[in-house]
């Protein structure tokens, strides 16, 4: 049985159930749960509010137990019994125990994730990095990491998710990877993380653009655009050649959208490409975009522009480049 005496409990009837379904009761098990999947979001708020009364570290370890297992009670699972109410029950406790409304209930809970982090089931090690991250614990990042790549489908999610919420550029690599999960719920999470990041993500954007993978570069590539910063310019001109041409093309446009000053970084790297003719083409295009609204630099470039139109004359193109960037 649950003893607190910190607060006045709001609701005897939940707190009656809570404390019995601790105990082990099946039935208050039940009603608990039937709380939490309730269509009325009163019921679903008392017996939320009634965790947070109740909130000590054995009830917190019972429910970050249920939260990674599924099993409420022994031989009752709600996987078993409720499957699409799962989810719904799994966020409500998320909800109680990402946050606080009490100021007691901080140290409770952290010092209790921690241990849980420690368990020997895999799925409620998960869950605990997953609620420490939505409660802003910057230094569980590398098992949210870890949860990305390995954890099952909805704790990849949540992890994300929480990677997410601490808002710390330290994610970023983390996320960036995160994108080549799906075009789905995994990729929206991943990139509403990484625009609330914003400029902070730039280094791992950077980083990305060298990337094995040449999906990761893509994203890379649009990311760098998307941040309006000149400063990517170089990786991104560089990329004008890479294997892949969808890379190639992430980077035409990325360099276009950020205009004339990105094109010094182009003819540096097409005066070091002693054979252009793979990136022939991302060139022209890339050139052409940065200096649409510019006369004198539509002009300077255009012997340039001659060079790469025609890929028999394209040898000649790293020269005048180079010719171009002393002038």
């Known amino acids: 049985m ?10 005897k009837t939940e707190a009656q159930f809570l404390s ?5 009761d099946a039935g208050a098990v039940k009603a608990v749960i039937q709380s939490l999947y309730s269509d009325d979001p009163d019921g679903r708020q008392a017996m939320q509010q009634t965790m947070h009364d109740l909130m000590d570290a054995n009830l917190c370890m019972y429910l970050i137990s249920c939260l990674g297992t599924g099993r409420w009670a022994e031989h009752w699972s709600i996987q078993q019994h409720l499957g699409a109410q799962t989810e719904c029950i799994d966020e409500a406790l998320l909800s109680v125990l990402s946050t606080d409304e009490y100021v007691w209930e901080s140290a ?10 420690k368990h020997a089931d895999e799925r409620i090690r998960v869950a605990a990095a997953c609620t420490l991250g939505m409660r802003g614990e910057g230094e569980i990042i590398p098992a949210l990491e870890e ?3 390995n954890a099952k489908p909805i704790w990849k999610l949540r992890a994300i998710r929480a990677l997410g919420a601490l808002n710390d550029a330290r994610c970023a690599s983390a996320l960036i990877k995160a994108l080549t999960l799906d075009q789905g719920v995994y990729h929206t999470a991943a990139v509403q993380a990484l625009n609330k990041l914003g400029c902070r993500a730039e280094p791992a954007w950077r980083a990305a653009m060298n990337d094995q993978n040449s999906h990761i570069r893509w994203h890379a590539a649009c ?26 093309w992430a980077s035409v446009e990325a360099l276009t959208h950020l ?19 793979p990136g022939r083409q991302a060139v022209f295009q890339a050139l052409k975009g940065a200096a649409l609204n510019c006369p004198q630099e539509r002009a300077r470039l255009k012997p340039l522009m001659e060079c790469l139109h025609l890929p028999d004359a394209c040898k000649e193109a790293p020269a005048v480049a180079g010719r171009i960037l002393r002038e």
């Open 223 to 248: 990311g760098l655009g998307d941040l309006g910063d000149a400063g990517g310019a170089p990786l991104l001109a560089e990329a004008l050649f890479d294997e892949d041409s969808h890379v190639r």
């Open 147 to 149: 949860a990305v790549e």
């Open 2 to 11: 649950i003893t607190v005496e910190r607060v006045l409990i709001r609701h």
């Open 108 to 117: 409770i809970k952290d010092s209790v994730l921690q241990e849980a982090l």
């Open 20 to 24: 019995e379904a601790l105990a082990g």
């Open 259 to 277: 205009g004339k000053d990105v094109i010094p970084a182009m003819l540096n790297a097409l005066s070091c490409h002693p054979d252009p003719n």
